[in-house]
């Protein structure tokens, strides 16, 4: 029986693959805010996680959702149980909208305006999976040395701030920051409210093994 993260993946890179010979597949997904205006056409905030600008886009953003969401998904069936795989879903199709809702805020009505990727649903599920565990090394991009996850963290949110402030370069970095930010959110949310697990203390008492506290 296939996961759920790779049911995911599998219909993301099937739907990816169509719109890169397909534009009318781009047109009646991609995340355009006077369609969602003018249309009501609010599915948008979810389709547009289905397709991506080019292959690459698409294998970045898979590779780092398989990696981290195959271990979040199995810690949600531990600590919810039967709940675990609705609740996995739920944080990515919520992170998903909520990551956006600050681009659509900002471009209601602008013409110009277009995003694609599951970029922010993959941060939701990448600080999830960091917040549960910290201290899990993370690789960065031609550092050939590995990171504690935490630390990293704070690092990519840093510039992804920075570059979302900046703009210029055609990445919606703040679907980034607010897709991580509500992963995080979502995460305690659920633990709260579903299970006994203290998903704060989890990250705090490993950040003191860490720091030898």
């Given at each position: 029986m296939l996961s759920v993260t790779l049911i995911i993946l599998i219909l993301t890179a099937i739907i990816s693959f169509t719109a890169f010979s397909n534009r009318k597949v781009i047109d009646d997904l991609i995340f355009y805010p006077p369609?969602?205006?003018r249309r009501n056409q609010w599915y948008r905030f979810l389709s547009c996680a289905l397709i991506h600008a080019d292959p690459m886009h698409l294998i970045f953003n898979m590779w780092a959702f398989y990696m981290f969401g195959s271990m979040l998904e199995n810690n949600f069936n531990y600590i919810f149980e039967e709940k675990g795989p609705i609740l996995y879903v739920a944080l990515y199709l919520i992170s998903?909208?909520?990551?956006?809702?600050?681009?659509?805020?900002q471009n209601k009505d602008n013409y110009y305006y277009k995003s694609l990727g599951a970029s922010g649903a993959v941060s939701a599920v990448v600080f999830a999976t960091i917040f549960l565990f910290p201290l899990t090394g993370v690789g960065i991009i031609l550092i050939p040395i590995r990171?504690?996850?935490?630390?990293?963290?704070?690092?990519?949110?840093g510039i992804t701030m920075y570059m979302a402030r900046r703009g210029g370069d055609n990445i919606n970095h703040s679907a980034h920051f607010f897709g991580a930010a509500s992963g995080i959110v979502l995460l305690l949310i659920f633990c709260y409210a579903f299970s006994s697990f203290d998903p704060v203390?989890?990250?705090?008492?490993?950040i003191r093994m860490y720091t030898g506290l």
């Open positions: 369609a969602i205006t998903q909208i909520i990551c956006l809702i600050p681009s659509y805020v990171i504690p996850g935490f630390i990293f963290g704070f690092i990519y949110l203390q989890n990250f705090i008492s490993q």
